[in-house]
């Protein structure tokens, strides 16, 4: 009989077992989300998480936040509060993202 977490290679849930994902996996969905947006579009912290895991994707924001200011630290993307681009230290409350111009 044939493993229904493994069976469907179109499944986009991860198993539950799934190891979570590391920074450098949640720096590669940022940076391609972000990418396919576009430099005048922008991408919730979320949507990542929820790209990454499945039904347990809350547990993943933190990550992807922390992740998420270390790319605009090093000008990979710029993190947005209010559309405005902000500094990543001084970042609190609802923000999003997008890809650095350049």
Do not use: F, Y
């Amino acid at each position: 009989m044939a493993d229904p977490l493994t069976s469907d290679p179109q499944a986009s849930e991860p198993p539950a077992s799934a190891a979570p994902p590391n920074r450098e996996r949640i720096a590669e969905s940022i940076r391609r989300l972000a990418t396919q947006r576009g430099a005048e579009k922008s991408i919730c912290p979320s949507e990542v998480a929820r790209e990454l895991g499945g039904e347990s994707w809350r547990g993943l924001m933190r990550p992807v936040r922390d992740t998420a200011m270390e790319l605009a630290r090093q000008g990979e993307i710029e993190v947005l509060r209010k559309g405005k681009p902000v500094e990543p230290g001084e970042v609190r409350g609802v923000i999003r993202l997008r890809i650095a111009a350049r």
